[in-house]
């Protein structure tokens, strides 16, 4: 069975699982590009670095160098297909994935003062919207994380 195989069987059962399959079916791209042909059983530590390798040389879509984070989240979904895999018994072993150190932190993409005026606009317009930026610019949170935040998490005699 090849990575493409494997891959095209764990989209499948997602599709039918997971709201965020074409999300996932989007980020897999660069494994089955990459890796797609290789046997399952040939994906071993050496593959995966030559995939990190090459990975780290190509574009991210915003034209920098592609993220540590987002090789390791490509990885993961390779990892979770095989122990999918190796649950349905239809592959033998599944290798060891060791995730690499996240180099780059979320990074402000505006200035206190863009921050600002936004803010002061939204409040305007839309309030509980504006409560919800400043909420992720005070956090670094994404939408997803603050969005499923539930009351019976938040410690109010907290600081």
């Not at 409040?123 to 504006?130: F, Y």
Request: hydrophobic share 40%; proline share 3%.
């Amino acid at each position: 069975m090849t990575v493409g195989e494997l891959m095209s069987g764990y989209l499948a059962f997602l599709d039918g699982e997971a709201k965020s399959a074409p999300k996932i079916r989007s980020q897999v791209k660069p494994v089955l590009r990459i890796l797609g042909s290789f046997q399952v059983a040939d994906v071993r530590g050496a593959a995966l670095d030559a995939y990190r390798a090459q990975r780290g040389k190509e574009k991210s879509i915003r034209g920098g160098p592609v993220e540590q984070s987002t090789i390791n989240r490509e990885l993961t979904y390779l990892r979770a297909a095989m122990h999918r895999a190796y649950a349905d018994e239809l592959t033998d072993r599944v290798p060891a994935f060791r995730m690499r150190k996240e180099t780059g932190e979320r990074r402000d993409w505006w200035t206190d003062e863009q921050l600002q005026a936004v803010l002061e606009h939204l409040r305007k317009r839309h309030p509980c919207l504006a409560d919800l930026v400043e909420f992720y610019s005070l956090t670094g949170w994404r939408k997803q994380e603050a969005l499923r935040l539930r009351w019976d998490e938040v410690d109010f005699q907290r600081e």
